[in-house]
């Protein structure tokens, strides 16, 4: 009988990734299990929902925190708690990525994008990574707005730039959530209203990013400051959208 490819502590003790002698449940060297599997279908199918939702670790958790307690979940990311939630970067392109292929394909329009499914074939390309490059776009902004105005908060850049990813991507989730909605609203001629109020809650909700984030409960000195982050926020919305407004109250 062939010999079982299952690797259990107890019958060795050396990591099949790299050699090493293991004296625990994970290599203390490259960090795999030492609890390794012969693949079948029931472990593919594990590891492919794992990595998808990552239930333990990951994708969904960083989700519900950045719905719940946002400013202070990131800011615990950027101090090093970071096994707990998902890569910035690679959430970006799968939100973004689900986003746009839902809009281009329902012909749904926010009111600081354009019509996706509308681009010409030679940019299908670039249309189909739109949501990621436009929220990577106005991260890259407001980043440079939070870095002047809360310079004193000693925040690098980069720090702000992953803040405000993160923001975004909550904030395309919310954009995935309520297709249904906008299918409605576009049905019923008022689609512009809906991307007015939409955007409104998308700056509500930078402002109560920003809220947790720089602990502006607890400081007298950023209270003033968070005004003139969102007032910088709102004239970037405003000449993004700008055709949308004057559709609606031209």
């Known amino acids: ?108 329009k926010t009111l600081t994008s354009v019509d996706i499914a509308s681009l010409k074939d030679g940019m299908q390309m670039a249309s189909m990574k739109f949501f990621a490059l436009a929220v990577l776009s106005y991260s890259l902004i407001f980043s440079l707005v939070d870095f002047l105005i809360f310079r004193y908060k000693r925040y690098n850049y980069i720090e702000l730039l992953v803040m405000n990813i993160f923001a975004c991507i909550e904030i395309l989730v919310f954009f995935i959530l309520i297709v249904p909605v906008w299918l409605v609203c576009n049905s019923l ?20 990013v920003r809220y947790q984030f720089f602990e502006v409960s607890a400081d007298k000195k950023a209270k003033v400051r968070i005004v003139g982050s969102a007032l910088a926020m709102l004239f970037l919305f405003a000449v993004t959208g700008w055709k949308t407004l004057l559709e609606l109250f031209g």
């Open 189 to 208: 001629g008022v689609e512009n209203y809906l991307r007015i109020v939409v955007a409104l809650l998308d700056l509500a909700y930078l402002i109560y």
């Open 1 to 108: 009988m062939t010999e079982s490819l299952e690797s259990n502590p107890k019958k060795s003790n050396t990591c099949k990734n790299c050699g090493t002698i293991i004296n625990d449940n994970y290599c203390g060297h490259c960090g795999q299990s030492a609890n390794i599997h012969r693949l079948n279908l029931k472990h593919l199918l594990h590891n492919f929902f794992h990595a998808i939702t990552h239930m333990d670790a990951g994708y969904l958790h960083t989700i519900r925190d950045l719905a719940i307690r946002p400013g202070h979940s990131v800011r615990e990311y950027l101090q090093g708690k970071r096994s707990s939630h998902g890569d910035p970067i690679v959430m970006l392109l799968i939100v973004g990525g689900l986003c746009t292929w839902l809009y281009k394909d329902l012909h749904i």
